[in-house]
């Protein structure tokens, strides 16, 4: 398979060029390089350099379009995007030029191309907006309300997406994201609360809990989300899919993980509850178990605890 992955040297993206080669794959990555990095791709380019081509491109550009039809990928996989909400707030127009303006580009270019599928990556923490104690974890028939210029584009694209699928016969799989976490993700960021927790741990240093700690997210390690995308570049097409594990974490619950995988007692301190954040989330992963065959396998415990490993050898780098 010749596959093409938007926003391939990301944390997320470069986890899933990392397999797609590793499964004999030639990949093409698509990146602007504003959050992610080459560092991603170092292993994959020493080892897979001959199955791996890297363009440095903007998913606005209509150079993209010319370069999908000259590459002719048979699945598209679909993951750049402005993910920061906040950014979103304060730039809606910008959110929504890369998250939906983006999104257009991939389409057009994987038409003219000939590509079988978008594999898309959506947003489960914010396409569900507020959901009420008694829907989580929340399944995708709960109507899509999101509360963020972010989810509103993330759900605009998958309005695309349906579009494609009935105008040009481009089939799509669009995954509803829990919050991943994982090696490679950014600590430094808004978002990433595990990543943003392992450095400051491994450094020594106190965490910073917003709010009383009590919200709660469903927190899905990368490898298990990567595997969730290879399975939908050949199954669950036409449907929107939860990739989560159907379980509330608590962030105080999140810190004594922590804790308990670096073998040591982690300070929080508590700060003002940041306004807009969601109380409670989960998402319901039974359909995805039913269209993909998949489900998560890696615990709390064993993902941060990898997450850690991967702080203390980048603060030793």
Known sequence: MRALVTGGAGFIGSTLVDRLLAEGHAVDVVDDLSTGSLANLAGARADHGHDLRVHHLDV?????????VRRRPEVVFHLAAQA???????????????NVLGTLQVLQGAV?????????????GTLYGEPAAEDIPVRESHPHRPLS???????????????YRELHELEFCALALANVYGPRQ???????????????????????????GEQTRDFVYVDDVVDAFVRGAGR?????LNVGTGHEVSVNDLVAAMGDAAGTEVVARHA????????RNALDPERAGIHLGWRPWTDLRTGVAAVLDHARSAGTA
Do not use: N, Q, W
Not at 112 to 124: E, L
């Open 60 to 68: 606005r550009s209509p150079d993209l379009v010319d370069l999908m």
């Open 84 to 98: 920061d909400v906040r950014v979103s707030v304060a730039r809606p127009t910008f959110d929504a030029e890369v």
């Open 112 to 124: 003219a191309a000939g590509s079988a599928r978008v594999v898309f990556a959506a947003s489960g």
């Open 149 to 163: 210029p972010y989810g509103v584009s993330k759900k605009s694209a998958i309005d695309y997406l349906v579009c």
């Open 186 to 212: 950014d600590p430094h960021g808004e978002a990433g609360v595990v990543a943003i927790f392992a450095d400051r741990v491994v450094r020594g240093e106190p965490v910073t809990v917003f709010g009383d």
């Open 236 to 240: 669950g097409g036409g449907l929107v």
């Open 272 to 279: 003002g509850e940041r306004p807009g954040e969601l109380r």
